[in-house]
């Protein structure tokens, strides 16, 4: 069984900065693509960005220039830097890992981490 475990999240002032980051245990062969996914109260959850195996990352338009994605394969650990945080970035964010076993593929998430923006 594959875990994930985030930390980071916490409580800032409009403009500041937060790091979040997600570190994947157990029996994992490989990681092929990295996520940070949220979902505001009401609101379906959303892709924010997304890392490959080969680095190569995308954006939802709404963060792009502010956040940046990034994974560390030897610590199978994803990170999401976010700056110039916004009040609408609040959220609950998760991260979602494309994880292959020795027997199987699939994708694990993360239990969440709270993202509160003050304005």
């Known amino acids: 069984q594959v875990q994930l475990v985030e930390s980071g999240g916490g409580l800032v002032q409009t403009g500041g900065s937060l790091r979040l980051s997600c570190a994947a245990s157990g029996s994992i062969f490989s990681i092929n693509s990295m996520g940070w996914y949220r979902q505001a109260p009401g609101k379906q959850r959303e892709l924010v960005a997304v890392?490959?195996?080969?680095?190569?990352?995308n954006y939802v338009d709404s963060v792009k220039g502010r956040f940046t994605i990034s994974r560390d394969n030897a610590k199978n650990t994803v990170y999401l830097q976010m700056n110039s945080l916004k009040p609408e970035d609040t959220a609950v964010y998760y991260c979602?890992?494309?994880?292959?076993?020795?027997?199987?593929?699939?994708?694990?998430w993360g239990q969440g981490t709270q993202v509160t923006v003050s304005s």
């Open positions: 979602k890992m494309e994880v292959f076993t020795n027997d199987v593929a699939y994708n694990a």
């Open positions: 890392i490959s195996s080969v680095g190569s990352t």
